[in-house]
């Protein structure tokens, strides 16, 4: 198993259990906003960060999936 795999892993379990969610849940969270991907390519980044950080930084960019743009 690769390291980013290994990560990507240990980052859903913190999800699920700071945000008190199933493992079921949290993989259609992570599928439904593209989590896995982002997880994988920012991991030399994100692996360096703590754990509420990374909760932290999940739920700010499924935010930034969810925001309706400005009406310009």
């Given at each position: 198993m690769s390291k980013e795999t290994t990560?990507?892993?240990y980052c859903?379990?913190?999800y699920r259990y700071d945000k008190g969610l199933s493992g079921a849940d949290?993989?259609?969270i992570f599928?439904?906003?593209g989590i896995y991907e982002y997880v994988t390519k920012?991991?030399?980044v994100l692996h360096t960060m703590?754990?509420?950080y990374i909760v932290q930084d999940i739920d700010n960019y499924i935010s930034s999936k969810t925001e309706v743009p400005p009406i310009k």
């Open positions: 990560f990507l892993i859903m379990e913190r949290v993989a259609k599928d439904r906003y920012y991991f030399e703590g754990d509420e």
